[in-house]
Nanobody, 121 residues
């Protein structure tokens, strides 16, 4: 599965940004997630969504501010980022895995080229 993320950029603190990720083929068999990695920090799982979209999980640091969703018919997953903070600055990666736990643990089978998100204070 090839994954292409887009939508990153520069945003002011308190603002919003929407990331999108399109898969190269039908990804209804996979859970999907967004990971991020800031300079000098470990990669972390930000948000995960199940194959059907019926279950989601979020890192404590983004709960209530970020929303993950998916459109299987379009092979696309989204990350709506609201009330962003400077500490959200990182490269964000789209990820896919048949194992939900692997996504939660930030060790997916597939992940794509990242998109930079920079939040200014």
């Amino acid at each position: 599965v090839q994954l292409q993320a887009s939508g990153g950029g520069l945003v002011q603190a308190g603002g919003s940004l929407r990331l999108s990720c399109t898969a190269s083929r039908t990804f209804g068999y996979y859970g999907m997630g967004w990971l991020r990695q800031a300079p000098g920090k470990e990669r972390e799982s930000v948000a995960v969504i199940s194959k059907s979209g019926g279950s989601t999980n979020y890192a404590d640091s983004v709960k209530g501010r970020f929303t993950i969703s998916r459109e299987n018919a379009k092979n696309t997953v989204y990350l709506q980022m609201d009330s962003v903070k400077p500490e959200d600055t990182a490269v964000y990666y789209c990820a896919a895995d048949s194992s939900y736990s692997d996504l939660l643990n930030a060790y997916p089978d597939y992940w794509g080229q990242g998109t930079q998100v920079t939040v200014s204070s």
